[in-house]
């Protein structure tokens, strides 16, 4: 049975969301359970806290060290998992303000010598005309603009773009937050992005609210996306090759377009900079986020300037 603590954090998430957080946080209650429930971890954080610096144990460290290990040798759970599962514990900790950091928990890294494929947007045209399925290809076209990771494009649903969609406002925006962080954030899509979603969702009869715009999960889209760099690329990848052409590589290169193209001084190009990192839904340093509070409206149109030409093609 489930804290009722831990139900009332999960209930706030959205779905996709609370399921990698629910089995994070009953894989940690397994690994924790010679030493009590989750909840009692979190008692003895705030206990520690509370200690002066000679005093502290570092409970979070030495915990989330020993909760890693037994992730991958008991459990042989791949790093992504890791990761993820470690997050749902650390994102938990900082609903209840307990905050700590997995700085030197030897945390695995996500994708380590991972070659991405660079693209030109001539080439992601190339590749997403090879798609022969519109969810798919609305999917990753969406990415590509908006620069969203595949998790949290995942977790859209109908509510988060309803009012601009139906409504027929571009760019338009995506106003939500980042799966893996909770950091709140938005992005759009052009044209291009817009006309591709309309392609798949007016295929879809009574939408709701609730509804996912993409009704799929991260394997379907790896495999998805694995055929269609092979056929892209001309070539068969080994069975333990990782593709180059994933997600992650078109989130990457869409907003590395919009970096290079960057104009103007040096302290314009680091305020552009700084743009893209929030579009992408990035840590930004709190003396910077200051200097960028903007409206939506005034977002929508940095987005028009600065990444828009660079990520559109010329027909839309």
Request: glycine share 4%; net charge positive; charged share 30%.
């Amino acid at each position: 049975m489930i804290d009722p603590k831990v139900q009332e954090f999960l209930n706030k998430k959205k779905p996709g969301t609370r399921v990698i957080y629910k089995a994070g946080l009953e894989a940690f209650q397994e690994f924790y359970l010679p030493l009590g429930s989750v909840p009692d971890f979190l008692d003895s954080l705030e206990a520690d806290r509370d200690k002066g610096w000679r005093e502290t144990k570092h409970v979070a460290t030495a915990i989330i060290t020993d909760y890693i290990v037994w992730l991958k040798n008991e459990k042989k759970f791949k790093r992504k998992t890791i990761r993820s599962y470690v997050g749902a514990v650390q994102q938990f900790a900082k609903y209840n303000n307990l905050m700590f950091s997995t700085r030197d928990t030897k945390l695995p890294v996500s994708n380590p010598d991972l070659k991405k494929y660079s693209w030109t947007l001539d080439d992601a045209v190339k590749f997403f005309n090879l798609f022969d399925s519109q969810m798919y290809r609305s999917f990753g076209v969406l990415i590509f603009q908006s620069f969203f990771d595949c998790s949290t494009s995942l977790a859209l649903q109908y509510r988060d773009i309803q009012k601009e969609f139906e409504a027929g406002i571009v760019p338009m925006c995506l106003d939500t937050e980042r799966f893996k962080t909770d950091i709140p954030f938005c992005s759009f899509i052009g044209k291009w992005g817009v006309a591709e979603l309309h392609k798949w969702l007016d295929s879809q009869p009574d939408l709701k609210p609730d509804d996912p715009l993409f009704p799929i999960n991260k394997q379907s889209v790896a495999d998805y996306f694995r055929k269609k760099a092979q056929l892209f690329l001309g070539r068969k990848f080994e069975d333990d090759e990782r593709s180059p052409c994933g997600t992650h590589s078109l989130r990457a290169s869409g907003s590395t377009l919009a970096r290079n193209d960057a104009v103007g001084d040096s302290e314009q190009v680091r305020a552009v900079d700084r743009y893209l990192d929030f579009f992408m839904g990035k840590v930004i340093a709190e003396d910077k986020r200051v200097y960028m509070s903007k409206s939506r409206e005034g977002w929508r149109e940095t987005w028009s300037k600065h990444v828009e030409p660079f990520v559109t093609p010329k027909q839309f």
